[in-house]
């Protein structure tokens, strides 16, 4: 499989080139030269079929010529090893997937440990000086990242975050971890991180002296194994209803990784984008115009995103066409009032706790639900746990939450975060590193 730029003045390359790059040279996205339907076989037999070979048949299309059927199967036991478990609340068609079982307790260790494995094989293939990588997070990305990396020998990883707009677990876990994870913690939001990240990817100086390479949703490595809990997902489903997912949305990665699952043949009717008051695509869905302003700060704070880089791809899947668009996303956008309220009314009636972001992706499938007569099943995918925003969840309930046993550890670790006030003191931070 070759992997173009989306914005078509780059040369098309292959798996490996592609995660090494990040971003094409001409700072497109890249996109699969192909979209492969998966064989019926395949689609009709998905009860039937063992998870880890799922992920392999689903995956390999994109990346199989560039590793042996075992050394992928390898990756996908190491990725998901996991429970993700599907759990129905209350007596109405309502699931929760829940992707949060993971080392950092949020959906993108999956991506970020098949990124990580990846690179850790192809690694050698490329400049033998050691790799940095660079990435922005709004909060999870941080450490599902440093954890995936962690002790992957030659590869130094560098995370951006915005000061002060990040849970403390998310901290922790983003700064106290080896001397290969360095912290930086910018004054800014994740825009900006995002924006120096970009930067410094185009700065030509940092090119001729460092291996940089990037492990936000952009890269493919991370963006294409979130295709596999949508068919673990199907695959668990007890009945034979139309399925809608409904995605607690920021950057897009996640959901378009779903719309392309759907695209290759999984049984999805319906995506429901649920976003907080970073509303541009709802807006853009609405009006045609795609205009996003200044993003605001949320207790959802992984989704503070108002420019998601990843929505260029669901155009790409859909050629840019806005009414085929509409046909499968519905968007919806809730504010930090509502989303406490839904914290708080599931608890008391399901005795199921939700994080901010998770209660976001519950209001949209229960506000479709319930303006639309339909016989489909709604799964919203929870994307962290509870504790990871212990603060907010304890507000919404009125009561404290326990710390599970696993994160006490690293909550008395001791921080270590360098402050980045702009470009050039990251510059400067890159250059000392290696030089
Ligand atoms: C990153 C994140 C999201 C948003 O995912 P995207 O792929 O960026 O849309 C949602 N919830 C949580 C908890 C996250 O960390």
Same mark, same amino acid.
């Given at each position: 499989?070759?992997?173009? !730029?989306?914005?078509?003045?780059?040369? @098309?390359?292959?798996?490996?080139?592609?995660?090494?790059?990040? %971003?094409?040279?001409?700072?497109?996205?890249?996109?699969?030269?192909?979209?492969?339907?998966? @064989?019926?076989?395949? &689609?009709?037999?998905?009860?039937?079929?063992?998870?880890?070979?799922?992920?392999?048949?689903?995956?390999?299309?994109?990346?199989?010529?560039?590793?042996?059927?075992?050394? %992928?199967?390898?990756?996908?036991?190491?990725?998901?090893?996991?429970?993700?478990?599907?759990?129905? /609340?209350?007596?109405?068609?309502?699931? !929760?997937?829940?992707?949060?079982?993971?080392?950092? %307790?949020?959906?993108?260790? /999956?991506?970020?440990?098949?990124?990580?494995?990846?690179?850790? $094989? /192809? $690694?050698?293939?490329?400049?033998?000086?050691?790799?940095?990588?660079?990435?922005?997070?709004?909060?999870?990305?941080?450490?599902?990242?440093?954890?995936?990396?962690?002790?992957?020998?030659?590869?130094?990883?560098?995370?951006?975050?915005?000061?002060?707009?990040?849970?403390?677990?998310?901290?922790?876990?983003?700064?106290?971890?080896?001397?290969?994870? *360095?912290?930086?913690?910018? #004054?800014?939001?994740?825009?900006?991180?995002?924006?120096?990240?970009?930067?410094?990817?185009?700065?030509?100086?940092?090119? !001729?002296?460092?291996?940089?390479?990037?492990?936000?949703?952009? #890269?493919?490595?991370?963006?294409?194994?979130?295709?596999?809990?949508?068919?673990?997902?199907? $695959?668990?489903?007890?009945?034979?209803?139309?399925? *809608?997912?409904?995605? @607690?949305?920021? #950057?897009?990665?996640?959901?378009?990784?779903?719309?392309?699952?759907?695209?290759?043949?999984?049984?999805?009717?319906?995506?429901?984008?649920?976003?907080?008051?970073?509303?541009?695509?709802?807006?853009?869905?609405?009006?045609?115009?795609?205009?996003?302003?200044?993003?605001?700060?949320? *207790?959802?704070?992984?989704?503070?995103?108002?420019?998601?880089?990843?929505?260029?791809?669901?155009?790409?899947?859909?050629?840019?066409?806005?009414?085929?668009? $509409?046909?499968?996303?519905?968007?919806? !956008?809730?504010?930090?009032?509502?989303?406490?309220?839904?914290?708080?009314?599931?608890?008391?009636?399901?005795?199921?706790?939700?994080?901010?972001?998770?209660?976001?992706?519950?209001?949209?499938?229960?506000?479709?639900?319930? #303006?639309?007569? &339909?016989?489909?099943?709604?799964?919203?995918?929870?994307?962290?746990? @509870?504790?990871?925003?212990?603060?907010?969840?304890?507000?919404?309930?009125?009561?404290?939450?326990?710390?599970?046993?696993?994160?006490?550890? *690293?909550?008395?670790?001791?921080?270590?975060?360098?402050?980045?006030?702009?470009?050039?003191? %990251?510059?400067?931070?890159?250059?000392?590193?290696?030089?």
């Amino acid at each position: 499989m070759r992997y173009i !730029s989306l914005n078509h003045n780059s040369q @098309p390359v292959d798996f490996k080139t592609a995660v090494m790059n990040g %971003l094409a040279p001409d700072k497109g996205l890249y996109f699969p030269e192909e979209v492969i339907s998966l @064989p019926k076989k395949i &689609t009709d037999n998905i009860k039937s079929i063992d998870d880890h070979e799922l992920c392999y048949e689903v995956i390999k299309g994109y990346i199989g010529e560039d590793f042996s059927k075992e050394e %992928l199967i390898q990756i996908i036991k190491k990725t998901i090893d996991f429970k993700i478990p599907l759990n129905k /609340i209350g007596d109405n068609q309502i699931y !929760s997937l829940e992707l949060f079982h993971g080392p950092t %307790l949020a959906f993108k260790d /999956i991506g970020a440990k098949f990124l990580a494995l990846c690179m850790d $094989k /192809i $690694k050698n293939d490329f400049k033998s000086k050691g790799i940095t990588v660079l990435v922005a997070t709004s909060g999870d990305t941080g450490g599902a990242v440093a954890k995936g990396f962690e002790g992957l020998d030659g590869i130094n990883v560098c995370i951006l975050y915005p000061k002060g707009r990040i849970s403390e677990v998310q901290e922790k876990q983003i700064t106290t971890n080896d001397k290969n994870i *360095i912290a930086f913690e910018v #004054n800014g939001d994740f825009d900006d991180c995002q924006k120096m990240v970009k930067d410094a990817f185009n700065d030509l100086e940092i090119k !001729s002296k460092i291996t940089l390479t990037s492990a936000n949703s952009i #890269n493919i490595a991370r963006w294409l194994p979130q295709m596999f809990y949508y068919f673990l997902a199907i $695959k668990k489903m007890d009945n034979e209803n139309d399925n *809608i997912f409904s995605v @607690p949305s920021g #950057n897009f990665g996640n959901i378009c990784a779903g719309i392309l699952s759907k695209e290759i043949g999984l049984n999805i009717k319906l995506f429901l984008a649920s976003t907080n008051i970073n509303k541009t695509v709802p807006e853009y869905l609405e009006s045609g115009i795609y205009s996003p302003e200044k993003t605001k700060p949320t *207790i959802s704070n992984a989704m503070d995103v108002s420019d998601p880089s990843n929505f260029v791809r669901i155009q790409k899947i859909y050629n840019n066409d806005i009414q085929k668009i $509409k046909k499968i996303i519905k968007a919806f !956008s809730f504010n930090d009032n509502q989303t406490r309220e839904a914290i708080k009314d599931v608890y008391n009636r399901n005795n199921y706790l939700m994080d901010p972001h998770s209660a976001i992706g519950y209001l949209g499938i229960k506000s479709y639900l319930s #303006n639309n007569s &339909t016989n489909s099943s709604g799964i919203f995918l929870s994307t962290a746990h @509870p504790i990871k925003f212990k603060e907010q969840v304890e507000k919404s309930i009125g009561k404290e939450i326990p710390m599970p046993s696993r994160l006490k550890g *690293i909550m008395e670790k001791s921080k270590r975060s360098i402050e980045i006030k702009s470009y050039n003191d %990251l510059k400067d931070q890159l250059l000392s590193k290696v030089n």
